[in-house]
């Protein structure tokens, strides 16, 4: 009874992805999200899902993604949005790691997306990375009465408090397992056991036992909890049930 609640699924990155897929349900990873990063993969994304039954999927623009985008993506992304294997609207978010980064356009998109997800009623997927700040001012304003994620989080304890308390939940991924990743592991320790899911970001970020190996794949789900079950002193069994839980409360589509 694992999930993997992000991970980009491309037969270019994995070659037979039937195999892999039958594979993952074969080790217990019963659920997948495949997430869109903007049109060609999030409608990539929706044909997975309605091809493998443990496969469902999220529609949405990526920050770094946003010179493709083009009038009438929105609507795209809407109608997308309402298959009923949609579970959420994402990724979205801000992302300054780059030099040619276009802030006020990334918090524009970032607004409009999560404007678009409340009258769809649907959670969102939120990638986050360099924009603390910009982050927590734009969430701060708002109240997601369907819920967010934090997808592979990467910022501090204390800022996890402060979006806790603004109800969202937070996922690791393979980097959570690296012996270099001492804030991952103090988010982790910090974070309500109900606000905690696992990812593997795929086909990123492989965690320690295959670093540096790419492809990563939702293979990884079982090390990937069990050091979250470690960090938070419970058996993998039980962090297993507290970790589907968790998911099928924050995306109510979820079969």
Not at 15 to 43: M, N, Q, W
């Amino acid at each position: 009874m694992y999930i993997d609640v992000h991970c980009h699924l491309d037969e270019s990155d994995y070659g037979d992805l039937s195999a892999l897929i039958a594979k993952c349900g074969e080790t217990g990873v019963r659920r997948l999200i495949a997430v869109g990063f903007y049109i060609p993969s999030s409608v990539f994304a929706k044909n997975c899902a309605e091809k493998y039954e443990s496969v469902y999927f999220s529609a949405g623009f990526h920050p770094t993604e946003l010179s493709k985008f083009k009038e009438g993506d929105l609507d795209i992304i809407a109608d997308l949005c309402k298959h009923e294997k949609c579970v959420a609207l994402g990724e979205i978010g801000l992302d300054y790691h780059y030099p040619d980064t276009n802030k006020p356009l990334q918090k524009e998109m970032f607004v409009k997306q999560l404007d678009l997800a409340e009258k769809l009623s649907l959670p969102v997927q939120i990638h986050s990375r360099d924009c603390a700040e910009d982050m927590l001012e734009i969430i701060k304003e708002r109240k997601f009465p369907d819920g967010a994620l934090m997808h592979c989080y990467s910022h501090s304890a204390e800022i996890a408090e402060i979006l806790t308390k603004a109800g969202l939940y937070f996922s690791f991924g393979g980097a959570s397992t690296w012996k270099s990743s001492k804030r991952a592991a103090r988010a982790i320790a910090t974070i309500n056991e109900e606000r905690l899911l696992t990812e593997t970001d795929s086909p990123y970020m492989s965690p320690a036992s295959s670093y540096g190996a790419f492809p990563n794949t939702p293979l990884a789900i079982p090390e990937i909890l069990k050091n979250m079950a470690e960090i938070k002193g419970k058996s993998c069994e039980q962090m297993q049930n507290i970790v589907w839980d968790n998911a099928h409360r924050l995306f109510k589509k979820l079969g």
